[in-house]
């Protein structure tokens, strides 16, 4: 995710971009770039490193005059983090400069087509083919090119466009990306959202789906996506800047545990072509799985829980044996690993020090390591062999959600993909999981619509001494997620407990003082999940039943119930840790705890 902003007025247009970014910067901090148009001229500057660098190269944009400008802070996605990636990005001619925000997904073939037509890239990045398109369409008309231009994108973009022709119009345009548009006095603006505004003006625009904007300093034309145009309401922000920041949401966790159904998305949809699943956007090799007869899933925190639910689907799925260890573990146990391992690596910075050891671990031993990473250009990254992005966005709570779901997510689509190249589902299975995993951002949507009574639970359990989280196969990995989640930003002890082994010893702890979260989302094992009811029940224990809307026999077992969509219970994992994040979220909430900066915890550990 990045952040742009634009503005066109009678002011000293560089200050108030280089303003706007520093209030977009929770959105991406890689890198960051301004353009403006001066004697009919771009000037753009652009720096690697957080937006302090571009502020120290411009005087905080002193340095630059002009009146009509964009600029751009980046979360990397394709190509790393660096003075030429970063955005804005210039047509050879210098004549249009371009700041974008999401994944052009067809950009390696409209590169293809622009590289034979001679235009020159200076960039790895996919949003330089904009720029080279709206050359290429060039006839004298912006709105014209920039028509043909968007016409010939496919996936995500908010997009601001500057032209020296148009010193006076800069053009901005919005397709499942956030994007609105600020109204001022004589001036205007537009920015991914509205943090980067609402200090200047309240009154914005949220244009809608495929509509693209004229804007100068008097005037905002807005068009269809057919090029008629229509008329959006003005609304007024009541947030303050604070807030904003966080989208109105008081927490940033809270934030990013609402965002994960764009966040999955975001995950799925470049992978899936003609519903099938590609890895193209990653440099693994077709013959991935040629000479491998077992895979190693290595992490820490809630990424080896991720890399716990990534077991049971692999083996599932694949028929290929999974050892899940967690990094700090790996390290030093002298693991037994070769060039017939597959070792998969997961973290959400890219930077976690046990992690990386690991990962030297493994490449000392000969084996391949496949990262599964959220930040592009991390040491993770650069040292795998091969990478899949998560493409989550910046995460700000110290707490993982959206981190989380997305390498799960990864892991569905991974799971079918390797069961597939290893012949152990034919074609139609493969695209009837495929569509499963498709499913997964409305169901995790519908996991957040379908429990609007979690905040009445928490204030019910937000005293509980300590909680059990039990389950059985996924419900199990994600009980782990849950229990940790709990103890991180309320500080409530807990215990994930795989559901059949409790009997054997820990259900000593259990009585009357106790709740134990049952997770009873798998038909397969509901039973058994039953069964296990009964024993912490039989000694006092109060139950909140997990269970899926279909499954109500279970519903006279417990106490409360939180419930999930149904799905492919397999790829359950994803939906059914949301309501868990969100019922620890309202536990912290009435604990009066620091949830976004939870006491002891960082939100990577780069030192062992
Ligand atoms: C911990 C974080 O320090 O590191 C956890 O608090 C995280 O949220 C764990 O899951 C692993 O971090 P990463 O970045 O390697 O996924």
Redesign the pocket.
Known sequence: MCGIVGYVGNEHAASILIEGLKKLEYRGYDSAGIAVINNKEINMIKASGKIKNLCEKTDDGKSISGTIGIAHTRWATHGAPNDANAHPHVSNNKKFAVVHNGIIENYMELKKELLDKGYKFNSETDTEVIVHLLDMYYDKDFKIALMKTISRLEGSYALGVICKDYPDTMFAAMLNSPLIIGVGVCENYFASDVTALVQRTKNVIYIEEGDFAEISSNTILIYSNTGEPVTREKTRIVWDVEAAEKGGYEHFMLKEIMEQPRAIKSAIEPRIKKGCISFEDSNIPTDLLEGISRISIT??????HAACAGKYMIEELARIPVDVDLASEFRYRRPIIDKSTLVIV???????AD?IAALKEAKENGASVLAIV?VVGSA?SKLADYVIYTWAGPEIA???TK??TT?VTVLCLLSVYLAEKNKKIDAETALRLTSEIQKIPQLAQRAIDLNPQIPYLAKKYHNERSMFFIGRNTDYAVCLEGSLKLK?ISYIHSEAYAAGELKHGTIALIDNDRLVVALACNDRLLDKLISNIREVKARGAKVLGVITERSTKIIPETDDIIYIPVGETLFNAVVQVIPLQMFAYYVALHNGCDIDKPKN?????TVE
Do not use: R, W
């Open positions: 992490a820490c925190g809630s990424a080896y997961i973290s959400q910075s890219g930077e976690t992690t959220n993770i110290v707490a993982t981190g989380y390498q991180e915890l960082a939100k990577s550990v």
